[in-house]
C-alpha cells in the first residue's frame, strides 16, 4: 500500500518562498509509470491542482501559477518536493502530495499540510 | 486552460437520487472523475472514466456523460454520502478540478 506524507514549514511569509516535500512510502517512486503531483485547497474553497512531475524529471505546470512553481524529485530519497515563490496570503492552503495513476488522475494522496502565510 | 463547471450545492432527503453535473468543453474528448471529500479529509475516487466505480465504492454511485456533461448519480443518498464532490479531467498536460458540489443530505 502506497503512502504519501507531506512535510514543511507551516507558516511561510510574504514574498518568501514556500517548500515542502512528500515522501513515498510502501513502494519505490521510480516503479511504474506514474506521476507525482501537488494539489492545494484554500480553507473552505475548491481543489487546485499545482503541477506534476514523472521520475524523469519532466514536469507540468498549471499554467495559472507556473512562473512561480518548481516541482523536483530525488529518487534515492523516494521524494518529490514543491518550491512556490513570492507567496502572498492567497497562498495559503492546505497543500497535497499525490500519485497519480496513467499520469493523470490521483489514486493515492497524503494527508495534506496546512501552510500559512502571514508575516 | 479549461474550466470544469458545476453547481455549488445540492440538496436531497435520505432516500431519494442525487444528481451532480459537471460541464466543460474538454469533457467531449477525456474521461471525467469523480472524488468525495468530507471535512478535514483527503478526497477518494469515486467515478473514474466517466463511469466506472472503483472497488470499495457502494454501487449507488454512479456516473454517465453526454456530450460536454458528465453526472454524478447517487441513487438512495444515505446520511453518510453528505460531502463536497469535484468532477476531475486531464488534458493537453493540464489537470483541472470542477468548482466542486456541497451535498447536503438531511
Known amino acids: 500500500q502506497v503512502q504519501l506524507q507531506e512535510s514543511g514549514p507551516g507558516l511561510v511569509k510574504p514574498s518568501q518562498t514556500l517548500s515542502l516535500t512528500c515522501t513515498v512510502s510502501?513502494?519505490?517512486?521510480?516503479?511504474?509509470?506514474?506521476?507525482w503531483s501537488w494539489i492545494r485547497q484554500p480553507a473552505g474553497k475548491g481543489l487546485e491542482w499545482i503541477g506534476r512531475?514523472?521520475?524523469?524529471?519532466?514536469?507540468n505546470y498549471n499554467p495559472s501559477l507556473k512562473s512561480r512553481v518548481t516541482i523536483s524529485v530525488d529518487t534515492s530519497k523516494n521524494q518529490f518536493s514543491l518550491k512556490l515563490s513570492s507567496v502572498t496570503a492567497a497562498d495559503t492552503a492546505v497543500y497535497y502530495c499525490?500519485?497519480?495513476?496513467?499520469?493523470?488522475?490521483?489514486?493515492?494522496w497524503g494527508q495534506g499540510t496546512l501552510v500559512t502565510v502571514s508575516s | 486552460s479549461y474550466e470544469l463547471t458545476q453547481p455549488s450545492s445540492v440538496s436531497v432527503s435520505p432516500g431519494q437520487t442525487a444528481r451532480i453535473t459537471c460541464s466543460g468543453d474538454?469533457?467531449?474528448?477525456?474521461?471525467a472523475r469523480w472524488f468525495q471529500q468530507k471535512p478535514g479529509q483527503a478526497p477518494v475516487l469515486v467515478i473514474y472514466?466517466?463511469?466506472e466505480r472503483p472497488s470499495g465504492i457502494p454501487e449507488r454511485f454512479s456516473g454517465s456523460s453526454s456530450g460536454t456533461t458528465v453526472t454524478l448519480t447517487i441513487s438512495g443518498a444515505q446520511v453518510e454520502d453528505e460531502a463536497d464532490y469535484y468532477c476531475?479531467?486531464?488534458?493537453?498536460?493540464?489537470?483541472?478540478f470542477g468548482g466542486g458540489t456541497k451535498l447536503t443530505v438531511l
Open positions: 499525490a500519485r497519480l495513476a496513467a499520469g493523470t488522475y490521483p489514486d493515492y
Open positions: 512531475i514523472y521520475t524523469s524529471g519532466s514536469t
Open positions: 474538454v469533457l467531449a474528448k477525456k474521461y
Open positions: 476531475y479531467s486531464a488534458a493537453d498536460n493540464n489537470l483541472v
Open positions: 472514466k466517466d463511469s
Open positions: 510502501g513502494g519505490s517512486i521510480s516503479s511504474g509509470s506514474y506521476y
